[in-house]
């Protein structure tokens, strides 16, 4: 996985990982996402366009990610999801907890 990361003006943060985020390679993004936090980005997209597999290992760094965000007054939305992954979401009932957009 590759991780391309982006701060757009008005002060969001776009994170895009490309290809799958598994048990190799969700703690990556987990690094990347508190580190993004910690360094006081609020504003967090995460754009799946290029992601086409995601485990409950990568599921389970975006709770996270997403928690630590909004206890500090911030958002994380995921984006750009392939429909597989749309699927996942709500069959996983992560649809009620992310907010996704294309």
């Known amino acids: ?5 982006q701060h757009e003006p ?3 943060t776009v994170v895009a990982p ?6 190799a390679s969700a703690p990556e993004l987990r690094v990347e996402l508190l580190g993004l936090i910690g360094d006081g980005c609020s504003d967090i ?3 799946l366009a290029d992601v086409p597999f995601v485990d409950s290992t990568a599921l389970g760094v975006l709770v996270a990610a997403r928690h630590r965000v909004t206890e500090s007054g911030g958002r ?4 750009n999801a392939n429909p597989e992954l749309v699927r996942l ?4 009932g992560m649809d009620r907890v992310f907010e996704l957009v294309d």
Not at 18 to 23: Q, Y
Not at 89 to 92: E, G, M, N, T
């Open 1 to 5: 996985m590759e991780l391309r990361v």
């Open 10 to 12: 008005g002060g969001r």
């Open 18 to 23: 490309v290809g799958d985020v598994d048990l």
């Open 45 to 47: 997209l995460v754009d």
């Open 76 to 79: 994380l939305v995921l984006g």
């Open 89 to 92: 979401f709500h069959i996983s």
